[in-house]
């Protein structure tokens, strides 16, 4: 018995079957306090080839930095339409497109305040594991004392931060490069 995993053994495509009930792609209402935001991108492949199918979960604290979730320890509040949690799937382009609010900053692990970001996971169809990569907002001055962000070095840093789509007010654009020269920052955890 061979426990190496082959072709057929890998994960998807299968993403529509299983996982469409669960799509969330609002994360804050309208009346949730905050910038309003639309992130929109692709996932691509070493090759800048679309990958269809994948799914991108997002993960989030409000714009007064508190996570909508009970192990928030902090004395913040939490808004009625607001989630924090989304699960958006790629289209046969590779394209996904989600809505929600610049958060807060929220303590890190020393403590010290993170810049504003979105926890991202994404999976793709031959990926046995998710991989683990964040959002930081453009001209957000607060990047630069960003503890993870500053883990990565200064030339690969901006694949982790969104860009301004020109002439349409609260639209960023964030791009999953799976691979090569360009491939985004994925953290171990």
Do not use: C
């Amino acid at each position: 018995m061979s426990l190496v995993a082959t072709t057929s053994q890998t994960v998807g495509p299968f993403f529509q079957i299983g996982f469409e009930r669960l799509y969330r792609d609002t994360l804050a209402g309208p009346e949730v306090v905050g910038e309003h935001v639309e992130i929109s991108g692709r996932i691509l492949d070493g090759d800048g080839k679309s990958v269809p199918d994948g799914i991108i979960e997002i993960w989030q604290a409000n714009s007064h930095g508190k996570y909508a979730h009970p192990d928030d320890p902090q004395d913040k509040p939490v808004e009625n339409g607001f989630t924090g949690y989304g699960r958006v799937a790629t289209d046969s382009d590779g394209r996904f497109r989600f809505s929600t609010i610049k958060p807060g900053r929220v303590p890190g692990p020393d403590g010290r305040l993170q810049a504003p970001h979105l926890a991202v996971s994404v999976f793709t169809r031959g990926l046995l594991r998710r991989l683990i990569t964040r959002i930081y907002f453009p001209s957000e001055e607060s990047n630069e004392e960003d503890s993870v962000l500053n883990l990565v070095g200064p030339e690969r840093r901006g694949t982790l931060v969104a860009s301004k789509i020109e002439g349409r007010d609260g639209a960023l654009e964030w791009n999953v490069v799976l691979q090569g020269p360009e491939e985004t920052v994925f953290f171990d955890v």
